[in-house]
């Protein structure tokens, strides 16, 4: 398995510092799957920016059929999240 550094709840700093919050705030822990993006806080942010477009403005799509698709995506590529 590959090894990527990440960076911890306490060194957090700046922007990721303020992403980890809104995230522990959000969902009450830091999902590995943003941690992993951890050294490059901008394109962290750009990523949450798009992932909370994706599943939470308007769409034709309900909430639901955007879990599922997300869920279906995730088992497809063999990933647990």
Not at 38 to 51: K, Q, R
């Amino acid at each position: 398995m590959a090894w990527i550094k990440q960076i911890s709840d306490d060194e957090a700093e700046g922007q990721l510092a303020r992403i980890f919050e809104a995230a522990i705030k959000r969902s009450g822990k830091v999902f590995n799957i943003v941690r992993l993006q951890s050294l490059n806080p901008s394109v962290l942010h750009a990523g949450m920016g798009l992932y909370m477009s994706a599943m939470f403005k308007d769409s034709p799509l309900s909430r639901a059929q955007r879990e599922m698709l997300a869920t279906v995506v995730s088992r497809a590529n063999e990933c647990h999240y």
